[in-house]
Structure formats: structure tokens, C-alpha cells
């Protein structure tokens, strides 16, 4: 393995029942790095993010993180390997604190006293509004704070890698703007991210790296920056 190379995914198979979602797809994330993910609905895209947490049985091909091989592995496995995931959705315990949330992403290593502290720590200076409203309850949280809630509690185990799933979905832009400003900042504190995203546009513009899948395939792949000039990937992908 590479000394960088955090995931590699080679020629992965999966779906549900007699539905093939994905084909023969293969990526790699480096380590402090974004990888975007972008392409249509139906794509494939969550269902990649799914077999790589271990939510989804692949029926071929691997998956390694930090040169070990997770393929199938129970989800708690692969968390307690340093994988974060952030799904679709801003899914967060309503009638919990924004506290009690954050704690939730703690679980596995509940007695790590020194982690719990340094964890919170790091979270609220990150989202300062989420300091604000830590006795709060998460279901009055707005939609942008729900999101800050659910990117915070993923980052409780201090992950080497962070898939997120469609982190603007919902959100007005000036939120928008504010979820991939974090992003791109916990970025150069060390952290890296698989960023899977429908507003290709603002995915790109902040990731070093893009695969885009298309009909359970990868379909095309480079810099970021290189994809944004490709005329196929403005026409079809980004609408410009």
C-alpha cells in the first residue's frame, strides 16, 4: 500500500436481491485528501458508501482501509478500524441532547476518559453553535445544525477517514456553504473525506480528487479541478 493510501475499493459488486447497484467500481482515498463522489440519482452512490461501512454485502471484489482488508466486515469492525460515516439525511436522536448525541458517537470507546474529553473539546470548537445549544434538544435544531450535529458526532472517535452522504441535501446555500467550509477545514487538520454529493458543482470545488458514477459504474475519474473543465462532466454532470 501506498504510504498515503487510506481506502482502496477494487472491482466492487453489490446491490439488493436480484438489483445490481454497483459494477465492477473501484477508488481510492488518500489520506488527508477529499474524494468526491458525484453523479445522478440511482447512480449507485449510497449504496457504495453502504457496502464500504459494511451495511451492504458485496458479491464481489474488496475493500481494504490502512492496508487491511474489510470487505464485509461487521459495521462496529469497521468503525473501530477509523472509519466515520455521516448518512443521508441528518439523522440525529430527536428527543436527545445535542450532548447526548455526541456522545452516542463515543460508544465504542465509552471508557476512554482522556478521548471523551479531547473529543468534545474538538467538536465544539468546530461548531461553536452546537456548544451553544448542547443541552438542546436535537430535533429543535435547525436543518444546517442537524447536519453540524451529525458531521460532529461522526468525528467523536477522531476517524482517519469520514464518508459523508449528501451533506447539502436540504439545506439552504448559505448553509451549504458553511457544511463545506467545515469540511474543507477539518481537511487540513488531518482528517479525509469520501464526500458523496448531488451539488457536484460545490463538491468539486473543494475536493483534490472526483469519480463519477453513473449507472453503477465509475464512469470517469481525476483532479477535481481537471473534471470541472472536462466539457462532458459540465454538460451532463454539472449543467453548465
Known amino acids: 500500500m501506498e504510504p498515503d493510501r487510506l481506502l482502496v475499493v477494487e472491482g466492487l459488486d453489490a446491490g439488493y436481491g ?3 447497484a454497483l459494477n465492477q467500481v473501484s477508488l481510492r482515498v488518500d489520506a488527508r485528501s477529499i474524494t468526491a463522489l458525484v453523479g445522478p440519482n440511482g447512480a449507485g452512490k ?11 454485502a458485496p458479491t464481489a471484489g474488496r475493500i481494504s482501509f490502512c492496508g487491511q482488508p474489510i ?24 428527543q436527545m441532547t445535542v450532548q447526548e448525541n455526541l456522545a452516542i458517537g463515543l460508544y465504542l470507546r465509552r471508557h476512554d476518559r482522556a478521548l471523551r474529553s479531547r473529543a468534545f473539546d474538538l467538536i465544539y470548537a468546530v461548531f ?9 434538544r436535537a430535533g429543535t435544531l435547525s436543518g444546517g445544525e442537524q447536519q453540524m ?41 488531518g482528517t479525509a473525506f469520501l464526500l458523496v454529493e448531488q451539488n457536484a458543482v460545490a463538491a468539486l470545488e473543494i475536493a ?11 464512469h ?17 454532470y454539472l449543467g453548465l
Open 18 to 20: 436480484f438489483i445490481q
Open 46 to 56: 449510497t449504496t457504495l458508501l453502504k457496502a464500504i461501512m459494511g451495511y451492504v
Open 71 to 94: 470487505t464485509s466486515s461487521p459495521t462496529h469492525r469497521t468503525v473501530g478500524c477509523g472509519l466515520g460515516y455521516v448518512p443521508q439525511g441528518r439523522i440525529v436522536f430527536p
Open 128 to 136: 461553536p453553535r452546537l456548544y451553544e445549544r448542547r443541552w438542546q
Open 149 to 189: 450535529l451529525a458531521i460532529g458526532r461522526a468525528l467523536m472517535t477522531e476517524p482517519k477517514l469520514v464518508l459523508v452522504d449528501e451533506p447539502s441535501l436540504g439545506l439552504a446555500p448559505n448553509l451549504v456553504d458553511l457544511v463545506f467550509e467545515t469540511v474543507a477545514k477539518l481537511r487540513e487538520s
Open 208 to 218: 483534490d480528487y472526483a469519480y463519477v458514477l453513473d449507472l453503477g459504474r465509475i
Open 220 to 236: 470517469l475519474e481525476g483532479p477535481a479541478g481537471e473534471l470541472m473543465q472536462k466539457d462532458e462532466v459540465r454538460q451532463v
